[in-house]
């Protein structure tokens, strides 16, 4: 038996809370779809989440598998995948 | 060894897929790319299986000579017949030579700055419209669609077939609706699609108010209000009548910019559009930019839509295959004659959009001192105008002492508004025939680790 978290099928989680996927799903749509807008604090901390939605402003970043600025709106939501809010832009 | 008949199209929307479409027909080797790991660009984004003319479902039945390489951004034009792209998935750069080149790169919603527009839960029009027809999802359950324009109307339909209760507040009054009912009747697809819109959004009761904006919205972590008030014809507020609605998005549709950042590093003329406030790349009739052997196609051109960029791809890449001596004289004239009648035909309720829902300057006086001008360097309004002094009011100026367009989209969102305010608050007069900001290489951010010499070297 494995004692690492364990990850439902269909699921990522987002800082250690579940959140379903769905086929097709960006990671902004599965979080968006559990009413979740706040993806990370700007540079004076402000809460930011989505805005363009097609990859061009760079204000939904979160870190996914341990890589940071990856860009919610854009990027396919994979089961299992780790992803942290919170980060601020570089 | 090149018998110049290699073509390279960017971009894989309405545009790009007619240009590959027809220039491969013609006897052209075509490599189409686009950023999306989906063709169809942003108007078909979630509806790729569409039956409507131009999309990526024709496009794969009938163009399948193209090379079409998805998920892959260009990065930078290091000279003429070569373009650097990043590959997403292999998360490699690399460069792809031609002979000749098509830019279809579209456009974005355009960024406006009014108090509150970082809050969570205040998206673009176009952003909201993608979410709500590729993934079923919205920003908020209770939304303003805010801005001008009848794709007000097309994104109001888009979120309240989800379930959303969806109002719209038109900017402009509705006399510049009702300007277009003369040619809206005689375009039948326009007509037809319109019916549907008011149709529905009756239906699920969609209010529509004109000569209204949203001029300020509020919250701590998300939206949760937004004040809206009656403006007067150059959109400026009208004293006494704001009021205060809770929702928990907003919408902001205030029609779209052109994406020139590959047009401008590879030096293609511009022209600046006063009236529209937005720049555009110069093309002569066959759709060749000033550069050779480069042409240009679809939203960058003029903000036309999808039926004007249908016509304007299939002539582009017609006229590169011209170009390249696969077509001859008297074969382009007889394919391109239709495809300029079409363009004429469509550009009527193209041209009445454009001369209908400008933005106004009232626009450009929503924000306060301490709204966010810049949203990745988190530079305010007070920021820049304190930036400003002893300078001469240009948006370099205030780059150079603040940093606002020099975060990680490059300006993208701020410099249009910059520049607009800038005009209307200081007189700035923008130049007309280059934008008044430049995006270095790489024109995305790309992993260090994806150059060559990254991993070579490792």
Redesign the interface.
């Known amino acids: 038996m494995t004692t690492a978290p364990q990850v439902e099928d269909g699921a990522l989680t987002l800082d250690g809370k579940r959140v379903a996927v769905r086929p097709g799903d960006t990671i902004a749509a599965a979080l968006l779809r559990q009413g979740i807008v706040a993806l990370r604090h700007s540079r004076t901390g402000e809460a930011r989440g989505v805005f363009c939605g097609i990859g061009i402003c760079n204000e939904c970043l979160v870190t996914v598998n341990g890589r940071p600025n990856v860009r919610a709106c854009v990027t396919p939501a994979e089961a299992g995948a780790v992803v942290a809010t919170g980060r601020a832009s570089p | 060894m090149s018998d110049g008949r290699a073509l390279l199209v960017v971009g894989g929307g309405p545009a790009g897929m007619a240009a590959a479409r027809a220039a491969s027909a013609a006897g052209l080797r075509v490599t189409l790319v686009d950023?999306?790991?989906r063709l169809g660009g942003?108007y078909f984004r979630g509806r790729q299986d569409s039956r409507e003319p131009g999309s990526p479902h024709a496009f794969a039945a009938a163009a399948t000579g193209v090379r079409v390489l998805l998920g892959t951004v260009v990065v930078d034009a290091p000279r003429a017949g070569a373009l650097t792209v990043w590959n997403q998935a292999s998360d490699h750069v690399e460069e792809i030579a031609h002979d000749r080149l098509v830019l279809a790169t579209g456009a974005?919603?355009r960024?406006v700055a009014i108090p509150g527009w970082?809050?969570?839960?205040?998206?673009?029009a176009?952003?909201?419209s993608?979410?709500a027809k590729?993934?079923?999802?919205?920003?908020?359950k209770r939304l303003l669609v805010a801005g001008s324009g009848p794709f007000l109307l097309s994104v109001a339909d888009d979120l309240s077939a989800k379930g959303c209760m969806v109002e719209i507040i038109e900017a402009s009054p509705w006399r510049a609706s009702a300007s277009g009912l003369g040619v809206i009747a005689m375009d039948a697809e326009i007509a037809r699609q319109t019916a549907g819109y008011l149709a529905r959004l009756a239906t699920r009761r969609v209010r529509r108010r004109y000569g209204t904006m949203v001029t300020a919205i509020h919250g701590?972590?998300?939206v949760e209000a937004a004040t809206v008030e009656q403006v007067d014809r150059d959109w400026r507020p009208i004293s006494g009548t704001a009021r205060m609605i809770s929702v928990d998005?907003v919408c902001l549709g205030y029609g779209f910019v052109p994406q020139l950042e590959l047009a401008q590093a590879i030096g293609c003329a511009l022209e600046r559009d006063d009236v529209s406030a937005n720049y555009f790349v110069r093309v002569d009739a066959g759709m060749r930019t000033s550069t050779s052997e480069v042409y240009a196609a679809g939203e960058i051109t003029g903000l036309g839509g999808k039926r004007v960029a249908l016509a304007q791809g299939e002539g582009a890449g017609l006229t590169a295959a011209l170009d390249a001596g696969a077509l001859d004289r008297a074969n382009y004239d007889v394919r391109i004659a239709p495809v300029i009648a079409r363009l004429r035909q469509v550009d009527r309720v193209a041209d009445w959009i454009r001369r209908a829902f400008v933005p106004r300057d009232g626009l450009w006086s929503c924000a306060t001192p301490e709204t966010?001008l810049c949203?990745?360097?988190?530079i305010t309004h007070r920021a820049a105008e304190a930036g400003l002094a002893g300078n001469p009011p240009t948006p370099y100026a205030v780059k150079t002492a603040t940093r606002a367009g020099m975060?990680?989209?490059q300006g993208?969102?701020c410099s249009p508004i910059l520049t607009e305010w800038l005009r209307v608050r200081h007189g700035y007069q923008p130049p007309s025939e280059e934008r008044p900001w430049r995006i270095r290489p790489p024109l995305r951010?790309v992993p260090l680790g994806a150059w060559p010499a990254h991993k070579a070297n490792p």
Do not use: F, K, M
């Open positions: 950023e999306s790991n942003q974005y919603d960024p970082t809050l969570p839960g205040v998206v673009t176009g952003g909201a993608t979410l590729a993934h079923g999802v919205a920003p908020g701590t972590d998300r998005g966010t949203r990745c360097e988190d975060g990680l989209c993208r969102i951010p």
